[in-house]
């Protein structure tokens, strides 16, 4: 591959990179894969690193203890590819309730549990199909609805 300059771009490893802006959440990644060019300084970071790194963000941040912040509910949100809209319709919220937790309200233990949940299958899959969706679940009361996680494949 080649530079802005014409220049042939070398592969390097860096000690660590400021991912922050990528990952819109503080990130220093160690040991990280690049290509250089020698002669103008320009970096490029492959799309499979990134890719590979992204994973990583998110199951780091999936397995932190203590319930997601805004920009951690977000990340994982941009890391499923779903809008608030369509991340609302598929936990069977209102986008309001996504958006406040990306901004000012604290997610609840509920949600925060569904949404790493839907990340982790995420991860865990090797296709691009969904495998966790809610579903209503009529009880004695039918005017009364359960919520529940539905999972449709575990392994291919």
């Not at 990179?17 to 970071?45: Q, T």
Request: aromatic content about 2%; glycine content about 6%.
């Amino acid at each position: 591959m080649k530079s802005k300059c014409g220049q042939k771009m070398n592969k390097v490893v860096l000690d660590e990179y400021d991912f922050s802006d990528l990952a819109g959440l503080p990130v220093v990644v160690r040991d990280i894969r690049i290509l250089r060019c020698a002669k103008c300084g320009e970096e490029l970071m492959l799309g499979a690193e990134t890719d590979r790194i992204m994973k990583q963000v998110a199951l780091a941040v999936v397995n932190r203890p203590e319930r997601l912040g805004a920009n951690e509910a977000r990340f994982l949100r941009g890391h499923l590819g779903l809008t608030q809209k369509e991340l609302a319709e598929r936990m069977g919220l209102h986008k309001i309730t996504v958006a406040a937790w990306e901004s000012k309200k604290p997610i609840s233990p509920q949600h925060d549990h569904i949404l790493r949940a839907m990340v982790l299958a995420k991860l865990m899959r090797k296709d691009s199909s969904d495998l966790l969706a809610l579903e209503h679940v009529h009880t004695a009361k039918p005017r009364r609805a359960v919520r529940r996680l539905v999972v449709e494949r575990l392994a291919s």
